[in-house]
Structures are given as structure tokens and as C-alpha cells.
């Protein structure tokens, strides 16, 4: 079974500031994906990142990069340059095989502060 | 990417009553998947839409209360039958493309059970 968690249920940034979101995942599967979403308060679940389990870099997308330690079985997410908009739920997900479902963390909110 | 479009985008039912949530998506997809996000709560996994077969459910999910149809690569509908207030949710669809590792979702559909 694969199982995310995520420490923070909340978190503030100061505008321009960089902040991580903290994932710690576990699986048996020797291959997977891991993805971080963000949920504004519309609901919509907005695709982030993706770093698959085989993947030598950690993955960056703009002013989202995914600090991936194997080892230790985390995949952080790092948002330099905090923007108000950032303000928003943080989702933490896996998969193992492609095309299986997604496990989701519980989430952290973002608050950006100006 | 993928562009995913869901109807209704919200709606206010009676209990009782039952509601049909259709998924569109603009491309060939192998697997199409309905979660349920509960107010405040992460999502949870309702069932895989499998297309020529019948969807694979969860544990606490039965097809009788959730049934699921999938009638070709790009479309999919969940119903929520005999509805009550606990069922109450956002009920959002999600797939994979059939290369790539991203996994897309709707916009979401807001239920509201009175």
C-alpha cells in the first residue's frame, strides 16, 4: 500500500520569500511517480511537478523545483519567489505503475503574506 | 496536456434524489478515475472507469450508490444516487494521457445535498 503524509497543515510565506512544503511518502512498489497539485478556493486541481522514483535530477517547473531525497523517502516541494497568488491547499501525491490512481496527502495551506 | 471538462459544475439536490456527473476529455485516455473531495478533507478514491468493462470500486464504495459508466476513450459519467447530506462533496474526474506522466483533473462538481 502507498501511503502520503504531510506534516503542515499550515504554512505562511512572506511575499518574494521562498518556502518548502514538506512530503514524506511510503511504498513497496520499486517504481513510482510523485506529483504535487495546488487547489485554489475554486477547487480546481492544478498540476505542479512530477518526479518519477528512477529520475537522476529533482525536477524543477518555473518557481516550483521537488527537493527528492530516495532515502529518505521525501519529496519536498520548494516555491521560490512567493507570489500572493501561491495562496492555496498543497497537495502531495503517488502513484506506483503509470495509469493507477493517485494517493493524496491531507494537504498544507499556503498563505502568502504581503 | 490534457483539458478535462466536467458537467454540472455545481448543483443544489434534494435528498433522495440522484445526480449524473459527466467527464469529458479532449484526448485518448486509458484510464479515467472519479474522486470525492469532503469539505475540508483531501480526496479519496471512488472507483476507476474502465472502458468495455465495469469500473473497479474502492473499499466503501459500491456501485449501487456510485454507479459508473464509460462508454468510450474520452467520456465517462458518475452517478450519486439516492443522495443525503453526507454526500455533499466535490466530485472531480481525473486521467493520464497514453504517454507522459502527468495526470489531469476536471474543474470539479460541486454537490450540495439538502
Known amino acids: 500500500a502507498q501511503k502520503i503524509t504531510q506534516t503542515q497543515p499550515g504554512m505562511f510565506v512572506q511575499e518574494k520569500e521562498a518556502v518548502t512544503l514538506d512530503c514524506t511518502y511510503d511504498?513497496?512498489?520499486?517504481?513510482?511517480?510523485l506529483f504535487w497539485y495546488k487547489q485554489p478556493s475554486s477547487g480546481e486541481m492544478i498540476f505542479l511537478i512530477y518526479?518519477?522514483?528512477?529520475?537522476?535530477q529533482n525536477a524543477t517547473e518555473g518557481r516550483y523545483s521537488l527537493n527528492f531525497q530516495k532515502a529518505r523517502k521525501s519529496a519536498n516541494l520548494v516555491i521560490s519567489a512567493s507570489q500572493l497568488g501561491d495562496s492555496a491547499m498543497y497537495f502531495c501525491?503517488?502513484?506506483?505503475?503509470?495509469?493507477?490512481?493517485?494517493?493524496f496527502g491531507k494537504g498544507t495551506r499556503l498563505s502568502v503574506i504581503a | 496536456s490534457a483539458v478535462i471538462s466536467q458537467k454540472p459544475s455545481r448543483d443544489i439536490c434534494q435528498r433522495g434524489t440522484s445526480l449524473t456527473i459527466q467527464c469529458q476529455v479532449d484526448s485518448q485516455v486509458t484510464m479515467m478515475f472519479w474522486y470525492r473531495q469532503q469539505p475540508g478533507q483531501s480526496l479519496t478514491l471512488i472507483a476507476t472507469a474502465n472502458q468495455g468493462s465495469e469500473a473497479t470500486y474502492e473499499s466503501g464504495f459500491v456501485i449501487d450508490k456510485f454507479p459508473i459508466s464509460r462508454p468510450n476513450l474520452t467520456f465517462s459519467t458518475l452517478t450519486v444516487s439516492n443522495m443525503s447530506p453526507e454526500d455533499s462533496s466535490i466530485y472531480l474526474c481525473?486521467?493520464?494521457?497514453?504517454?507522459?506522466?502527468?495526470?489531469?483533473f476536471g474543474p470539479g462538481t460541486r454537490l450540495t445535498v439538502l
Open positions: 501525491a503517488m502513484r506506483g505503475l503509470s495509469n493507477t490512481p493517485l494517493v
Open positions: 518526479q518519477g522514483s528512477y529520475d537522476q
Open positions: 511504498t513497496s512498489d520499486p517504481s513510482y511517480g
Open positions: 481525473s486521467a493520464g494521457l497514453l504517454v507522459g506522466n502527468e495526470q489531469f
